[in-house]
Every structure is written in structure tokens, then in C-alpha cells.
């Protein structure tokens, strides 16, 4: 295929793909980089011609591959009706610590690497969480949709509508492809950071006695629970702990 293309086709297809986003898992990410193209390009004639890189054929090709079935994960078109479980979550980052995620009875939390901590962008920091949780456990949030309280708007924010750039945007490439293998959703809702305190203590590490006053009802940590996982968040796997809940 030709490596050019005209600002008009490029402007056209950026309305045809931006419907399609609405309801394609994904969809949202894989525009961005079209989105750029034609704005980078505003004042330019129609038919000037503009060079498509690799990375945006790259986006181009994952369009092509979803658009020829849509009737699997990849479309929200086709939920069955017993596919509207909620799974209600909250996380939280911390800029030099880590960061947690509070799911059902369990509590997941993790550290920075020291050039995590230096990384000042605490929108994907926020976003983490959301990634681990689709991850790891995208098996078991098929048919769901994901509500994950966040206390970050711009997390919130890109969580809903799919934008993001540089490594946000990557990171949500990555939920995409979680999402359409499953057929699970996750939207983002913001949560006052004082009803947050559960997911905010650990990204600080604390004795898990000092949890139990965040705990709802008559919840406590479950006796000898906390255990180690390992998630390859970047190029090396790094240690997440798990702490299960009791009733």
C-alpha cells in the first residue's frame, strides 16, 4: 500500500473512524495518531499529499484487522444482556512510592523503580493500576463492565474518552487489547480523595492493622494473607503484593 496519502482521505477517514470509536474497545487510542496527522496539517490544500509513518500504518492496520469481524470483543454492539456486571474498584499513585488497587476482597499494591519515582506525569501514573487490573485479570472481567474510582481527573478523563500521549497513550493501546480479547469495559469515575483512603494508604505501605479503620462494615485483613505476584509492567517483571479480605 502506498506509504502517502492526501490530507482530504486522511480528514475523511478520521470522520469515518471517530463514529466507528464510539463503540469499538479501542478505537479511541488507535485514533490519536490520525488525529495528530490531520491537525498537524490544518491550512494544508486537500490533495496535498502527506507522508502516513510507521506508526500511524501501525494504527491503521489494527483499524483494518477490528473492522473485519465486530461481532467478538472488539464492539460493545454486541453484549449479551447478561453482560452488564458491574465490578466497582478504587486505586491510587503516589509520585515516589507506588501505587494500589482495592478489587473486590483483595488488595493489590506495588512500588516505583527509581526512575518510575523521578517520572513527574501523574496522569500515567494514576493509569497503572487500571493497566495491571486489565492484565492480569482480563480472564476474569470478561462480560463486565470495570468502574474504577480514581481520584486523578486527567486519568478519569483519559480513561473515558480513549486520548492520551506518549506513554499514557501507549498504556491504553495495551488496555485495548486486554478489553477486546475478554470483552470487558473500564470507565473511569472520579472519587473524592477523602473517600479514597483505602487505596491511598497503600501506596504508602503500611502494617495492614493500621487498614482495618478503612475497611467497610466488619471487614478485616484476613490472618497471614499477603502474598507475591509478579507483572511485566515494562521490559522487567516487578513484585505486586496481594493481601486477601475477610468478612
Not at 454492539?77 to 447478561?82: D, I, K, N, T, V
Not at 492484565?135 to 463492565?145: A, D
Not at 471487614?219 to 516487578?238: D, H, K, N
Amino acid at each position: 500500500p502506498s506509504r502517502r496519502a492526501t490530507r482530504a482521505a486522511l480528514h475523511t477517514l478520521q470522520g469515518k473512524l471517530g463514529w466507528c470509536g464510539m463503540t469499538v474497545r479501542g478505537g479511541r487510542a488507535y485514533m490519536a495518531g490520525l488525529r495528530d496527522v490531520v491537525r498537524e496539517s490544518k491550512g494544508s490544500k486537500p490533495h496535498r499529499k502527506i507522508t502516513v509513518d510507521e506508526s500511524l500504518r501501525e494504527d491503521l492496520e489494527w483499524w483494518s484487522e477490528q473492522l473485519k469481524d465486530m461481532t467478538g470483543g472488539g464492539s460493545r454492539l454486541w453484549l449479551e444482556e447478561a453482560d452488564h456486571t458491574v465490578l466497582t474498584c478504587k486505586s491510587d499513585a503516589s509520585g515516589h512510592l507506588g501505587w494500589g488497587i482495592a478489587v473486590g476482597d483483595e488488595l493489590h499494591f506495588s512500588t516505583w523503580t527509581v526512575e518510575e519515582a523521578l517520572d513527574p506525569d501523574m496522569v500515567l501514573k494514576e493509569m497503572i493500576p487500571l493497566l495491571y487490573l486489565s492484565e492480569t485479570r482480563g480472564e476474569q472481567l470478561e462480560g463486565q463492565v470495570v468502574r474504577m474510582g480514581v481520584d486523578n481527573s486527567g486519568a478519569v478523563f483519559n480513561t473515558l474518552t480513549g486520548k492520551g500521549e506518549g506513554e499514557v497513550r501507549k498504556l491504553m493501546k495495551r488496555m485495548a487489547a486486554m478489553q477486546n480479547k475478554h470483552n470487558f469495559d473500564v470507565l473511569g469515575v472520579h472519587v473524592d480523595r477523602k473517600l479514597n483512603k483505602l487505596s491511598d494508604m497503600l501506596t504508602r505501605f503500611l502494617q495492614a492493622e493500621q487498614l482495618d479503620e478503612h475497611l467497610p462494615g466488619k471487614w478485616q485483613v484476613a490472618g497471614a494473607s499477603l502474598r507475591a505476584s509478579r507483572w511485566r509492567m515494562t521490559q522487567r517483571s516487578r513484585r505486586v503484593w496481594v493481601m486477601k479480605l475477610s468478612a
